[in-house]
């Protein structure tokens, strides 16, 4: 191991504990493989656990050992996908029976759609023991067998003339507020389990 590769790895473990546990990014049929390795770098750089890539097309390998030798992956997401898990999907269906049966609940990254809950970025609940949060194709947007079984649907709140930002924007500013909530509720339950004395109040 060389010196870079060992000062890389003490990284690794130092903010190992600061990682959001069962936290999944999912994009659903991105069509720019750059896309995909810029979301990977958001997702390193903000303590996502994995990235779930649904890839209808097959522009990526199946192994993930394959994906981080891939240099266009490599270099986009600033070998980001070196040091990040990430599992590919045939089919939007095939990812979403893989996460339920994991307990998953998933999430859509939307605007208000009429019958589902529609909640505002930042106003959201994202502490959820298991949590998926899907974002979609550049410009399709999320399918509708995403928004059918998902818990509810989240948007960020523009205020300008132009109301869509590009998919590396988007993840970056959905993902950092989940995992500034999940990582404050990871302290307050780790608390609660040092002073258990302090009974639900603590543990809230």
Not at 60 to 77: C, I, N
Not at 130 to 146: D, P
Not at 147 to 176: A, K
Request: hydrophobic fraction near 35%.
């Amino acid at each position: 191991m060389t010196q870079k590769e060992s000062t890389l790895r003490q990284r690794a473990n130092a903010i190992k504990p600061y990682r959001c546990k069962n936290l999944i990014a999912v994009i659903e049929n991105p069509m720019d493989i750059r896309n995909i390795g810029t979301v990977i770098r958001n997702v390193n750089a903000l303590g996502v656990e994995k990235t779930y890539v649904v890839d209808s097309r097959g522009s990526l390998p199946d192994d993930w050992e394959q994906m981080r030798e891939r240099k266009s992956l490599a270099t986009t997401s600033v070998s980001a996908v070196k040091w990040s898990f990430v599992k590919r999907f045939n089919s939007t269906e095939e990812c979403l029976a893989h996460l339920e049966k994991n307990r998953f609940v998933s999430v859509a990254t939307s605007p208000h759609v009429k019958g589902k809950k529609n909640f505002i970025l930042h106003k959201a609940d994202y502490t959820q023991p298991k949590l998926a949060v899907w974002f979609g194709n550049e410009s399709r947007g999320i399918s509708e067998t995403v928004i059918e079984r998902s818990e509810c649907c989240i948007s960020i709140p523009m205020f300008g003339i132009i109301e869509s930002l590009n998919l590396g924007t988007t993840t970056g500013i959905v993902l950092y507020e989940i995992t500034k909530q999940r990582r404050a509720y990871q302290e307050t339950f780790k608390r609660a389990i040092r002073n258990p004395r302090k009974g639900p109040e603590g543990a809230a």
